[in-house]
């Protein structure tokens, strides 16, 4: 019963939202009826107690309420100039009341229009404007009530008049206040809304990729080498049989490695707490003479001249420089092939890390082997730039290609783990 009660009243609501001209007029009526009755009724009987009926009803009184509550039909289209009009009726009465001077006034319920009025006025503009026409309709009205109103001129009606307009005028800035107040939390609402859906939607796609990026290295590394190792054992199966076996024997090994990061990589996307989630460490430059070490065997010469800083460097540093040299020898094998001389220079103090890696351009190309350019130099520059580093690649003067990456320790140390150790 009390859902059905509470489900008709918001469809009412609903329904007088869509109709706000008809609830203006059942306002006014019920207005007028109030202004004729009160005019009717004697406050002052001589038990003490207020008598309905005692007073008469002129033609002039109820023209004037009809016209004073008639105009509250348009308060919210135009207020200002319905409250104008509702104050002048309102003076008009008190002066053409010609029982002016009696114990009562019997036009003092001609305010009531006006005392709406002035509520809309209050509730439908700004504060500036709400004080300014407060106060002086307040005054006008008061002051014709004690002037041209009930005596004395402290007689309750006027002090009524007094207390139902600043009323009036305080009701419509306290609701206006608090309607912009709900308005400002339900707008601050929507815009934090927003702004926690986009933060998602970035978080999302930052973390799409990196998860590209690191696909990218592992895969792109180890194809590159299975690729050429595949190349040499099919080039020398018919004669060199012993040489093929080996071939195949480092794309087994190379294949493997690839499956292995592969899993590591994938196994990220797990829920934390997974028992299935990988547990071993992100590479580095630990690792950094097995890395060579592939690349030796796919043909490829190497020179390492490494000066790494005493102490063990932030997990997001060493992964970065690890991932630079990686893709920078895979490029070298894809592009300049079997046969060209690389160097691999890393240096740095407590300060920055600097990666190089020169080559001279000098090697054999398969042209099958070639598939165009890639994402390396783009995922380089990414993973340098989220740390605050630098990424400089170009060809050198003498012929060959260079990659700097420069990147500083202090950036890095201050990098959350869970976003740089994918």
């Known amino acids: 019963m009390t859902t059905l009660c509470a489900d008709r009243l918001c469809e009412l609501r609903a329904t007088l939202r869509e109709h706000p001209y008809v609830v203006d007029a059942?306002?006014?009526?019920?207005?007028?009826a109030v202004v004729l009755v009160g005019s009717a009724t004697e406050p002052h009987g001589t038990d003490g107690?207020?008598?309905?009926?005692?007073?008469?009803?002129?033609?002039?009184t109820v023209a004037l309420a009809a016209l004073g509550c008639g105009a509250l039909v348009l308060r919210r289209r135009t207020p200002l100039p319905v409250l104008c009009v509702t104050t002048a009726i309102t003076v008009v009465g008190l002066l053409l009341d010609p029982r002016t001077g009696a114990p009562s006034d019997s036009r003092a319920p001609l305010v009531l229009a006006a005392v709406i009025a002035l509520y809309t006025v209050s509730n439908r503009t700004d504060r500036a404007t709400s004080w300014r026409v407060g106060a002086v309709t307040v005054a006008v009205l008061t002051t014709a009530?004690?002037?041209?109103?009930a005596r004395p001129w402290y007689a309750q009606e006027n002090l009524g008049i007094f207390a139902w307009?600043?009323?009036?005028a305080a009701v419509g800035e306290a609701v206006r206040h608090r309607r912009a107040f709900f308005d400002a939390m339900r707008e601050r609402a929507e815009r934090a809304e927003r702004t926690r859906e986009e933060?998602?939607?970035?978080?999302?796609?930052?973390?799409?990729?990196?998860?590209?990026?690191?696909l990218h290295d592992v895969v792109a590394h180890h194809i590159a080498l299975v690729n050429v190792q595949a190349g040499v054992a099919s080039h020398v199966m018919d004669k060199r049989p012993d040489q093929a076996k080996q071939a195949l024997a480092h794309v087994r090994e190379a294949s493997r490695h690839a499956l292995d990061e592969l899993q590591a990589t994938v196994g990220l996307l797990r829920q934390?707490?997974?028992p299935a989630a990988p547990t071993e460490p992100a590479p580095g430059l630990g690792v950094l003479d097995?890395?060579?070490?592939?690349?030796?065997?796919?043909?490829l010469r190497v020179e390492v001249e490494a000066t790494v800083p005493e102490g063990p460097l932030p997990s997001a540093l060493d992964l970065t420089a690890y991932r630079v040299v990686q893709e920078a020898l895979t490029n070298v094998q894809k592009h300049v092939g079997t046969g060209a001389h690389a160097t691999v220079r890393i240096a740095g103090d407590r300060h920055e890390l600097r990666v190089s890696v020169e080559d001279d351009g000098a090697g054999e190309t398969d042209p099958a082997a070639d598939t165009g350019g890639g994402h390396g130099l783009a995922g380089m520059r990414e993973r340098a730039?989220?740390?605050?580093?630098?990424?400089?690649?170009?060809?050198?003067?003498?012929?060959?290609?260079?990659?700097?990456?420069?990147?500083?320790v202090r950036a890095a140390a201050e990098t959350p783990e869970k976003e740089t150790s994918a």
């Open 272 to 274: 934390s707490g997974d």
């Open 49 to 60: 107690r207020p008598h309905f009926g005692e007073r008469e009803l002129t033609a002039q």
């Open 26 to 32: 059942l306002l006014a009526l019920c207005a007028f």
């Open 385 to 408: 730039a989220a740390l605050n580093g630098r990424c400089e690649a170009g060809p050198l003067p003498g012929g060959g290609f260079r990659v700097h990456v420069t990147l500083p």
């Open 165 to 168: 307009t600043a009323l009036a």
């Open 199 to 214: 933060e998602a939607r970035r978080r999302v796609a930052e973390e799409r990729m990196r998860i590209a990026r690191e």
């Open 290 to 299: 097995d890395l060579v070490d592939g690349f030796v065997r796919a043909g």
């Open 145 to 149: 009530g004690m002037l041209f109103g």
